[in-house]
């Protein structure tokens, strides 16, 4: 079965600073891969996501994602945070044969500090 | 397209009700997911749909938990009876096909006192 681990549950970043959430997923084949920011008392909004060729990604908000198959990861980056940046961000992960769910991991809350 | 709807947007009831929550997915998607968020149990998904037909109802908690998609445009989950830890709040979302990106509903947040 599909899965998806963030493995930092809470990330406190400078405005201004670059900025890197990490993201390993586990499936058997390449999948398909996607980063959805969820601000508060909000539903999930899609940054970007990877179904094949390039495997840097480019996303809305100047979010980027490098896909890394031999490290099954699937890490955002983003040069220079803003304030209004910070929110809840989820990566997910879905299988590419057909009624494959999509698989959330379990979020990584980004706060900025001035 | 105004995207997913869901209704209501805020629901408050009393343990032992029965709570209907509704879902209008995007004209034309055909692929449809109901999840729950809370914070001790995150994001799950808990049925979808493809065509209208459930393809995985694995993540459905229990029997009080019910979803039908009568038609491309409508779809409910239903808990009957509800419990307090049901409170949740809840996620419609539809795509394209499975594996093509979901469009999230804004939610409908679920109290049961």
């Known amino acids: 079965a599909q899965s998806v681990t963030q493995p930092d549950i809470h990330i406190t970043v400078s405005e201004g600073a670059s900025l890197e959430l990490r993201c390993n997923y586990s499936?058997?084949?390449?999948?398909?891969l996607f980063w959805y920011v969820q601000s508060p008392g909000q539903g999930l909004q899609l940054l970007l996501k990877?179904?094949?060729?390039?495997?840097l990604v480019q996303g809305i908000k100047g979010f980027e994602a490098e896909f890394k198959r031999s490290q099954s990861s699937f890490n955002l980056r983003k040069p220079s945070v803003h304030w209004s940046d910070a929110a809840e961000y989820f990566c997910a992960v879905a299988g590419n044969f057909g009624n494959e769910k999509l698989t959330f991991g379990t979020g990584t809350r980004l706060t900025i500090i001035p | 397209d105004a995207g997913v709807i869901q209704s209501p947007r805020h629901e408050v009831t009393e343990m032992g009700q029965e709570v209907t929550l509704r879902c209008k997915p995007i004209s034309g998607h055909n692929s449809l997911f109901w999840y729950r968020q809370t914070m001790m149990r995150g994001l799950e998904l808990l049925i979808y749909?493809?065509?209208?037909?459930?393809?995985?109802d694995s993540g459905m908690p229990e029997d009080r938990f019910s979803a039908k998609m009568p038609n491309a445009s409508f779809s409910t989950l239903k808990i009957q009876p509800s419990e307090p830890r049901d409170s949740a709040v809840y996620f419609c979302a539809s795509s394209l096909r499975q594996g093509i990106e979901a469009f999230f509903g804004q939610g409908t947040r679920l109290t049961v006192v």
């Open positions: 749909f493809n065509n209208n037909v459930p393809i995985d």
């Open positions: 499936y058997g084949a390449t999948p398909y």
């Open positions: 990877y179904f094949s060729g390039d495997t």
